[in-house]
């Protein structure tokens, strides 16, 4: 009988995830079935967006100890992992080593990305090597071009190369994206080329990765980064410590010593607000607030007083969360739990978490100067609460809760869960301001940014409301921002648009994406009249074809269905529930189902088998797992 044969496009975490589960569940196929996985990624096993060939300045935004791929702990944290490999901490290096030499890397640790590529690697090694005997594993280094659906109801998937892989079961596991040129991409990219004799400096990036493009900037140019979040701290890395230059002392002491090869860098955005950083984690690695009144259960209760089932974010959601900040403030600051039966924010308390959400909300600026010392002052202050901890900071208990309850944001969200009009200004105002509060980065890349600002390598380029305008007469880009006092400008020779596409189908750059929608094997998400990106699915991961069906025998999970789903992006926490590992359950449980529906006589293979030992060692590498 011939294996019935499943592709994973895509093998990152979430790959990673669905062959892990594949691992967990093969006991449950068909007796005497074998099932043969085609793992279609050009890079290495497991790593997706992390690889372990990348700088080592560039950091996870999360405490490495609370991140792990095995949810349920039947395996090491990244902490874990990190310290049984023998990595231990030089000052902000670490490195594996054979001694006791250097520090052991700490629970509180945020450990470099290519160690997170590593550990990701690691785990795929070992999931092969968990793997029964009815389960075969066959990796293509390859980047999937096209699904075809056949004859016989199965799948068609061709490779960049030419090599075709036919199979029964197909998984969408393709992360990241990179969107299609817009009009504004081919404006500044046209202004960079045409005014390049003007100023050789001169140049446009859409996206900073990898880094090293940003090599191309000249040491003592004047570039313009668009964004305040973490891609644009991993700019500000690349051009300053990634360019020799060095930190030297912690906290508010934190000093920059150039290497003289940096450019100027300018920062700018819509509000121009910086990241709030991360408060030191006190609840442990499994810890987190216990939500009163945003929860799950809440939702759901709302939403069955709505005749359409449908919520307005700001009218029925948002009070919620608010309360339940305004909660876990108030017992930050008491320093003892509230009795929260009759618990309802007082207008001070509503007034901070005003605060919290928008810093700007009431203020004037007159000038740049006066804008740079806001701006300043909050970051400062901001750090002082991290530092105090997300217990012990009323602050950072209250924008913890937006972490620990992402099961309540998902409920109220997913599948179409507010009215189209709330979901538009949900993505739009309320997930910058979350992301801005809530995830931000480690606290010594903020004690970095004041640092680089007082050493005269950072600036602002404007302040809230600045926009970017083309100097076609000095062949300059320009950031243009309206103060109260009059105008002001900064000047830039490069610009780098420091922030990660959205999925839209329709947009991507994907010659996959591409040829599935043209199939109509899948179709964009909508809510009503608006689209928030995302591949339409079924609650079980199935994309939903053109037509309005569920595709047989085929999922898509992640970042691909950011739009019907929220938050795909986390990976799994130690030792708690996760999305992401629900998700590849209950795609992998509904396949194997499908397994036990399938007639038992089989597919004749023996062609395909033929061509594919005609491609063995090119396009492919065969791992057969004993």
Same mark, same amino acid.
């Given at each position: 009988?011939?294996?019935?044969?499943?592709?994973v496009?895509?093998?990152?975490?979430?790959g990673?995830s669905?062959?892990?589960?594949?691992?967990?569940l093969?006991?449950?196929?068909?007796a005497?079935?074998?099932?043969?996985?085609?793992?279609?990624d050009?890079?290495d096993?497991?790593?997706? $967006?992390? %690889?372990?060939r990348?700088?080592?300045?560039?950091?996870?935004?999360?405490? =490495?100890?609370?991140?792990?791929m095995?949810?349920?702990?039947?395996?090491p944290?990244?902490?874990?992992?990190?310290?049984?490999?023998?990595y231990?901490?030089?000052d902000?290096?670490?490195?594996?080593?054979? !001694?006791?030499?250097?520090e052991?890397?700490?629970?509180h640790?945020y450990?470099?990305?290519?160690?997170?590529?590593?550990?990701l690697?690691?785990?795929f090694?070992?999931?092969?090597?968990s793997?029964p005997?009815?389960?075969r594993v066959v990796?293509?280094r390859?980047?999937?071009?096209?699904?075809a659906?056949?004859?016989d109801d199965?799948y068609?998937?061709r490779?960049?190369?030419?090599?075709?892989?036919?199979?029964?079961?197909?998984?969408?596991?393709?992360?990241?994206?990179?969107?299609?040129p817009?009009?504004?991409?081919?404006?500044y990219g046209?202004?960079?080329?045409?005014? =390049?004799?003007?100023n %050789?400096?001169?140049?446009?990036?859409?996206?900073?990765?990898?880094?090293?493009?940003?090599?191309?900037?000249?040491?003592?140019?004047?570039?313009?980064?668009?964004?305040?979040?973490l891609t644009?701290?991993?700019?500000?890395?690349?051009l300053?410590a990634?360019?020799?230059?060095t930190?030297?002392?912690?906290? *508010?002491?934190?000093?920059?010593?150039?290497?003289?090869?940096e450019?100027?860098?300018?920062l700018?955005s819509?509000q121009?607000?910086?990241?709030?950083?991360?408060?030191?984690n006190?609840?442990?690695?499994?810890?987190?607030?216990?939500a009163?009144?945003?929860?799950?259960?809440?939702?759901?209760?709302?939403?069955?007083?709505?005749?359409?089932?449908?919520?307005?974010?700001?009218?029925?959601?948002?009070p919620?969360?608010?309360?339940?900040?305004s909660y876990?403030y108030? =017992?930050?600051?008491?320093?003892r739990?509230?009795?929260?039966?009759?618990?309802? *924010?007082?207008?001070?308390?509503?007034?901070?978490v005003?605060?919290?959400?928008?810093?700007?909300?009431g203020?004037?600026?007159?000038?740049q100067?006066a804008?740079?010392?806001?701006?300043?002052?909050?970051?400062?202050? !901001? /750090?002082?609460h991290?530092?105090?901890?997300?217990?012990?900071?009323?602050?950072?208990?209250a924008?913890?809760?937006?972490?620990d309850?992402? =099961?309540?944001?998902?409920e109220?969200?997913?599948?179409g869960g507010l009215?189209p009009a709330?979901?538009r200004?949900?993505?739009?105002?309320?997930?910058?301001?979350?992301?801005?509060?809530?995830?931000?980065?480690?606290?010594?890349?903020n004690?970095?940014? /004041?640092?680089?600002?007082?050493?005269?390598?950072?600036?602002?380029?404007?302040?809230p409301?600045g926009?970017?305008?083309?100097?076609?007469?000095?062949?300059?880009?320009?950031?243009?921002?309206d103060?109260s006092?009059? $105008?002001?400008?900064?000047?830039?020779?490069?610009?780098?648009?420091?922030r990660l596409?959205?999925?839209?189908?329709?947009r991507?750059?994907?010659?996959?994406?591409?040829?599935?929608?043209?199939?109509?094997?899948?179709?964009?998400?909508?809510?009503?009249?608006?689209?928030?990106?995302?591949?339409?699915i079924?609650?079980t991961?199935?994309?939903?074809?053109?037509e309005?069906?569920?595709?047989?025998?085929?999922?898509a999970l992640?970042?691909?269905?950011?739009? *019907?789903?929220?938050?795909t992006h986390?990976l *799994?926490r130690?030792?708690?529930?996760?999305?992401?590992?629900?998700d590849?359950?209950?795609?992998?449980?509904d396949m194997?189902a499908?397994?036990?529906?399938?007639?038992?006589?089989?597919?004749?293979?023996?062609?395909?088998?033929?061509?594919?030992?005609?491609?063995a060692?090119?396009?492919?590498?065969?791992?057969?797992?004993?």
């Open positions: 009988m011939s294996p019935l044969r499943a592709a496009v895509g093998v990152g975490p979430r990673l669905i062959l892990q589960k594949i691992a967990d093969a006991g449950e196929l068909p005497g079935r074998q099932l043969e996985v085609h793992l279609i050009p890079g096993g497991g790593q997706g $967006a992390h %690889p372990a990348q700088p080592g300045h560039l950091l996870t935004n999360t405490v =490495a100890s609370q991140v792990s095995f949810a349920e702990g039947t395996g944290s990244f902490t874990e992992w990190a310290a049984s490999a023998g231990r901490a030089f902000a290096a670490y490195h594996p080593t054979g !001694d006791d030499s250097g052991p890397v700490g629970e640790a450990l470099p990305r290519r160690m997170l590529g590593s550990y690697s690691w785990v090694d070992r999931t092969l090597g793997l005997d009815t389960v990796q293509h390859d980047r999937a071009v096209d699904v659906p056949t004859a199965r068609a998937v490779l960049a190369r030419g090599f075709t892989v036919t199979v029964d079961y197909l998984f969408l596991t393709t992360g990241h994206c990179e969107r299609v817009t009009e504004e991409d081919h404006a046209d202004f960079s080329r045409s005014h =390049a004799e003007r %050789p400096h001169l140049a446009y990036f859409s996206t900073p990765y990898p880094v090293d493009l940003l090599q191309r900037i000249a040491p003592g140019s004047t570039v313009a980064v668009q964004g305040f979040g644009a701290h991993d700019v500000i890395s690349e300053t990634g360019r020799g230059g930190f030297r002392g912690s906290g *508010p002491a934190t000093e920059y010593r150039p290497s003289g090869r450019p100027h860098i300018l700018f819509r121009c607000l910086p990241f709030s950083a991360r408060g030191i006190q609840k442990g690695i499994t810890g987190g607030h216990r009163r009144f945003f929860t799950p259960e809440a939702v759901r209760a709302l939403r069955a007083t709505r005749p359409d089932g449908k919520l307005d974010f700001v009218e029925d959601v948002l919620l969360l608010v309360r339940e900040m876990a108030r =017992a930050a600051r008491l320093g739990p509230v009795p929260s039966e009759r618990y309802e *924010p007082t207008a001070e308390e509503r007034r901070i005003q605060e919290i959400l928008d810093p700007l909300y203020k004037n600026f007159a000038d100067d804008f740079r010392r806001f701006f300043t002052e909050h970051v400062a202050d !901001d /750090l002082t991290a530092e105090l901890g997300n217990l012990t900071s009323p602050v950072k208990a924008t913890d809760v937006i972490r309850t992402r =099961a309540a944001l998902r109220a969200v997913e599948f009215t709330s979901h200004i949900f993505n739009a105002v309320y997930v910058p301001v979350m992301n801005r509060v809530s995830f931000g980065p480690p606290r010594h890349r004690h970095q940014l /004041l640092a680089l600002m007082r050493a005269g390598v950072v600036d602002l380029a404007g302040g409301g926009r970017l305008v083309l100097d076609r007469e000095r062949g300059r880009y320009t950031v243009h921002t103060y006092g009059g $105008a002001e400008t900064r000047h830039a020779d490069a610009l780098v648009v420091a596409d959205a999925f839209h189908p329709e991507d750059r994907s010659q996959l994406t591409a040829r599935l929608l043209e199939r109509g094997l899948v179709r964009p998400y909508r809510n009503g009249d608006f689209a928030p990106g995302g591949l339409d079924t609650e991961g199935r994309p939903v074809t053109a309005g069906t569920p595709l047989r025998g085929a999922w992640g970042y691909l269905v950011e739009g *019907p789903r929220f938050y986390a *799994p130690h030792k708690l529930p996760s999305q992401f590992t629900r590849a359950d209950a795609a992998v449980r194997v499908d397994t036990h529906r399938r007639r038992t006589t089989t597919h004749s293979h023996s062609y395909e088998a033929a061509r594919e030992a005609e491609h060692g090119t396009d492919r590498t065969s791992v057969s797992i004993p």
